[in-house]
């Protein structure tokens, strides 16, 4: 198996560069690294970027990680890319792996549960870790989303192939900040008998100082003022797009899917929560 990953950066090329190394150092021959540049200033962009998004909206507002992500996997379906691998590793430039070897443990997961199509691995700041001690792999209804690995057949089967774009492929690009778009994905895999998985043989932890300390190189609202607008703007979202009031409605409407799917597949109710 092959891992293609997609590294999203804006303005903040040394953090972007030296994720870039650690993956390629200690991942040699199984993850390929594409690097998406979301509008950076013209020297700030990382040296291995593979492609340059800058248009401008794109340069004034950036991408943000739905957006960011559908960019990438549209650009290696364009390019002819896309069969050539396995999987998808969508990553955040501010995701810090404690081991960064990653690729075999993930593959590994991936070849013994047949039926994950989103895995993630866990962080030692969620509380998710207490429930992976007996089984190190379980299956969730909510995982928050700045390291998924996407299995390529998953993603086959609910992107948007008829009209691409950056906006629409596997993400909602119209929630432009994310905040609900996690949940939409993780139903996705469940209506169609695909499952969502943290596993605690890999760990990787959000670096959020560097929204904190940098807000203003990857020219984005200080670290408060962006939590409010992605709460609100993601609330409008669910509100517009499925009726919903709260982020625990639509968190139950995953759960509904989440429960079908071990009905229809109760040799797996072990890696229940």
């Known amino acids: 198996m092959k891992i293609a990953a997609i590294l999203l950066n804006r303005n903040l090329p040394n953090i972007t560069n030296k994720l870039y190394h650690s993956i390629k150092k200690n991942n040699k021959n199984l993850i390929d690294v594409f690097i998406v540049d979301a509008g950076s200033d013209n020297k700030k962009i990382s040296k291995y970027t593979t492609w340059k998004a800058n248009s401008k909206s794109i340069k004034k507002m950036g991408l943000r990680y739905g957006r960011g992500m559908n960019f990438g996997l549209v650009q290696l379906w364009k390019e ?3 069969e050539k691998y396995d999987a998808f590793l969508l990553l955040t430039n501010d995701t810090e792996f404690q081991n960064p070897a990653i690729a075999n443990k993930m593959i590994r997961i991936l070849k013994k549960h047949k039926k994950v ?3 993630s691995p866990c962080s030692k700041s969620w509380g998710e870790r207490q429930l992976l001690k007996k089984e190190k792999t379980k299956y969730f209804w909510f995982i928050h989303n700045n ?4 299995r390529k057949d998953f993603v086959k089967q609910i992107a948007n192939f008829k009209k691409p774009s950056y906006k629409n492929f596997i993400f909602d690009g119209s929630n432009f900040r994310g905040y609900g778009i996690e949940s939409e994905l993780i139903a996705k895999a469940y209506m169609n008998d695909w499952s969502a998985a943290i596993t605690s ?3 990787a932890d959000e670096n959020e100082s560097y929204l904190k300390n940098f807000s203003k190189d990857i020219k984005t609202e200080n670290f408060s003022k962006n939590l ?9 979202w669910m509100k517009y797009k499925y009726g919903f009031n709260n982020k625990w409605q639509m968190q ?16 797996l109710l072990k890696y229940k929560i």
């Not at 409010?228 to 409008?236: A, D, I, S, T, V």
């Open 80 to 82: 002819n890319k896309f």
């Open 117 to 119: 199509g989103i895995l």
């Open 147 to 150: 390291c998924y690995l996407l």
């Open 252 to 267: 139950f409407y995953v759960k509904l899917y989440y429960d079908h799917f071990f009905n229809f597949n109760p040799e």
């Open 201 to 203: 043989e890999v760990w």
């Open 228 to 236: 409010k607008l992605y709460f609100n703007e993601g609330l409008q």
